[in-house]
């Protein structure tokens, strides 16, 4: 530390410099950072897989890859981008970032597990990049089994202790959420007096908690059985590899609301700020959260209506599903109905956010369609599945997640980015995002099955398409990276709110001071009190 | 932030909030290790279904002499785990030595039989895997009795090292006199998580040495 004539304010970012000052650091600001560092790399890892699928797809033959490769990286594309990126992004990043201050508290309830979480990330994640780099894994993200248990010649056993580890670093990040929005809440800040951002994360933080110790030991099973013999899922034995399927499921259904509620939480804050009015219907939205976190544990089923699982089972879960329905959709119009006749500020976060309802609209009814029985026996393990499942972690959670980037990161730098640049990039990932995967749709409904690296030649049309698309996409992501980074070193200095927004974590200089607030906030009126007249309110 | 005292964590506001938040994150990890061994009884279920006398066959080939004997152990390691809360909520430093130290050498015990057990299921070739071999119609199926059992117990044991670890960490705390009227939040938390590990053997022991027991 310098002791310069003109002594700068001192925050969370300047307090200190050293590397060890971050490697052991307990601020959740910083940890928040740590891991915006660590998943920005996966993710660009796995974009570059993706890239790479998508060249292959360009012609109907195999030019670029065989089949092995290609399901290599397909697989490794999945496990990347699910378990080092998507499961971790808004939580671990935005929401280890704004709990604390979001509910006037100086920290999470446990500083140091929440650093821990952060190794325990890293750790998975290194055997998982070991696994690639020393030959790569070909079951598909899913690990189906008797496939991964007995007859993969790859690096089953390494991925899956890396998917293991990583999860406890899931399970850590939930419980002290949990504990924390229980228990750390400022005087004053009553359960529906809470930003939405933070109901998304508590309930988030509950799938995490439950859904995420079940894959654990799936994945442990799976691993023990190729390694020692224990043969839990082996046919031969009289065991049934559908049972893995129904454990994987338990979890990996509900990891799709750990990508995406968080997501949500983010939308409700963007919208209420762009549009300068009280959300629409709080306590409905807090509750859907509640009410998606629940129904997310019993729909796992509609993942096997042709894995051989009883037709009537098979209709309980098809109406379950269709139950997600009403709060996601009840989400969506509490949105629109914020947005009415709001005084509208086209921003980059809520371009971010206005693409988020329209792709995850999308998303959200195919997945009626792959929800009803008859219709998923003709699309299931099609193109359409892809394109789905796209249109609702890349074009809702990842939509919600750059939105919130967006938003947070003058919180967060203390720094303005190019507003007129960031417009520019939302434009065009919404652009190459919708050409990459509506052509999927039309390829799945016509029958081309995921996974193949070859394909008949009259699909090599929307193909082309969509690989075109992609690049757009590439390039979408490409631009916030350099004006992002450009905005640390040139950006004009953000001040305390530069949004003109409620919430306390508004409230507190930018970048916040390492205790986030001089003295503990009293809160003493609901969220989102904006005034529709003014250029916001200030607390 | 007036009453802050040395055991506080700067997060806290005061030693309250600090023992009702570390509280609550025990039994929200309880919550996940809930659903960990979940996983595994809920695939024994099923299983058992299908495989009922294969699984009856498997059970009666486990010892159940040193399985009860080790239940004694375990809930005896709850009593003194128990009073050693006690003795820490009253600031009991010898008390607190006593109780913890007879919990290790009660886990330990336990771990002890289990290692016996383990040892003489291998010599029988009773351990799933290429070299497994038993007699009888249902010695296919009776491998996925066995693969449960040592998954089951395999995971349940390595809760009990972890277990005795931070009771060793207590101990050595309890000996530097950390714990007292005011501050005893370890003792109980861990004491939480211990009483938790024997729960689960409670639901163990019918499940694996009792299912085929009846009549």
Known sequence: MTDAAPEPRKHYLNCEYSVRSWLLTTDHKRIALLYLVSISAFFMLGGILAGLLRLELLTPQADLVQAETYNKL???????????FLIPSIPAVLGNFLVPMMIGARDLAFPKINLLSWYVYTLGAGFTVVAMVTGGVDTGWTFYTPYSSTY????????ALGVFITGFSSILTGLNFVVTIHKMRAPGLTWFRLPLFIWAHYATSLIMILGTPVIAITILLVALERGLGIGIFDPNLGGDPVLFQHLFWFYSHPAVYIMILPSMGVMSELVACFSRKRIFGYNFVAGSSMAIAI????????????SSQSMYAGIIFSLLSFLVAVPSAVKVFNWTATMYKGSIALRTPMLYA???????????????????????????????VVAHFHYIMVGGAIMGYMGGLHFWWPKMTGRLYSDA???????????????????QFVLGFLGMPRRYHVYPPEFQMLNVLSTAGATILGLGYLIPVLYLLWSLFKGQPAGDNPWGATGLEWQTPSPPPTFNFDKTPVVTEEAYAYDSSSEGHRG | MAEHSSHVAHQFDDSTQQYEASTLGMWAFLLTEIMFFGGLFAGFFVYILGHAQAFAEGSRHLDIALGTVNTVVLLGSSLTMALAVRSAQQGHRNGQLLFLGLTVILGSVFLGIKGLEYAHKFAQHLVPGPGFRMEGPHAQSAQLFFSFYFAMTGVHALHMVVGIGLLAWLFVNAWRGKYTEAYFTPVEVSGLYWHFVDVVWIFLFPTLYLVARHG
């Not at chain 1, 397909?74 to 080092?84: A, K, S």
């Not at chain 1, 129904?295 to 096997?304: A, E, I, R, T």
């Not at chain 1, 195919?366 to 393990?381: C, I, Q, R, Y």
């Open chain 1, 74 to 84: 397909f697989t490794m594309h999945g496990i990347t981008m699910i378990f080092f």
């Open chain 1, 152 to 159: 993969a010649n790859t690096n089953v056993i390494l991925t």
């Open chain 1, 295 to 306: 129904l997310g544990f019993l729909v796992w089923g509609h993942h096997m209506f042709v």
């Open chain 1, 354 to 384: 206005f693409g988020f309802v329209g792709l995850f609209t999308i998303g959200g009814l195919t997945g009626l369609f792959l929800a009803t029985l008859a219709t998923d026996v003709h699309v299931h393990g099609t193109y359409f």
């Open chain 1, 421 to 439: 640049w960031g417009r520019v990039a939302a434009v065009i990932l919404f652009v190459g995002f919708n050409l990459t995967f509506l052509p």
